[in-house]
């Protein structure tokens, strides 16, 4: 089945510690999103490529990069995890950045961080 | 303000009973409205989409869109166990610099008993 993978799944790191993040697709989609969602909180959008077109979202955090080395794969870095970026880190990809059902998101299935 | 608004919940009905979720938006440039349901350990996944106000009906879903009131609605009738989820409702607006971009409300826990 094509789909959206993450890895890892769970991932525990120091405060402090750089820590990346990995997201791929079978998809062959144009576009990947990274989301954050915290806790009984809504996702929350940090940037996205569209091809190798990087937009960053005006209220992400500078400790926040990615990187897309080709379509199939994009990383999320996080330089200096602090306790705060503990959550739920969702990838996600679509054709275009549209919402008609055609270029639906189609989500994996996140990777949990955990600061200690 | 949040520009959606959701209320998390949680939410538990007996199976078959008619399950009604809601939303609010503040932002009227939105055009564009969804529902995501999210399982445990899962991804959300597109479950519902509505371009402008109106009703769109798919099997036991029916999502409804007041854009007067700037409302969203889900409706899922005869619920199943299986629809034990969390309901995200999500918004987009296609022009300005918000291009790409859903704004999802923080989603509301459904549990569904036998």
């Known amino acids: 089945d094509a789909m959206v993978i993450q890895n890892p799944r769970y991932q525990v790191t120091q405060f402090g510690k750089p820590v990346t993040l990995s997201c791929s697709q079978t998809l062959n989609h144009n576009v990947m999103y990274w989301y954050q969602q915290k806790s009984s909180q809504a996702p929350k959008l940090l940037f996205h490529?569209?091809?190798?077109?990087?937009?960053n979202e005006a209220d992400t955090p500078d400790n926040f990069q990615s990187r897309r080395p080709n379509t199939s794969f994009c990383f999320l870095d996080i330089r200096s995890p602090g306790l705060g970026d503990a959550a739920m880190y969702l990838c996600a990809t679509s054709r275009a950045p549209s919402p008609r059902p055609q270029e639906t998101q189609y989500f994996g299935p996140g990777t949990r961080l955990l600061v200690l | 303000q949040k520009e959606v608004e959701q209320d998390p919940g949680p939410l538990s009905v007996p199976e078959g009973a008619i399950v009604s979720l809601n939303c609010t938006y503040s932002n009227s440039a939105f055009q564009y409205f969804m529902w995501y349901r999210q399982y445990s350990r899962k991804g959300p996944e597109l479950l519902m989409y509505?371009?402008?106000?109106g009703n769109k009906e798919d099997g036991r879903f029916t999502a409804q869109v007041d854009k007067s009131s700037k409302y969203i609605s889900l409706f899922i009738r005869d619920s199943q166990p299986s629809d034990s989820a969390t309901y995200l409702c999500?918004?987009?607006?296609?022009?300005?610099?918000?291009?790409?971009?859903?704004?999802f409300g923080q989603g509301t826990i459904l549990t569904v008993h036998p």
């Open positions: 509505t371009y402008s106000s």
């Open positions: 999500a918004c987009y607006n296609a022009g300005g610099t918000s291009y790409g971009k859903l704004t």
């Open positions: 490529y569209y091809d190798k077109d990087f937009n």
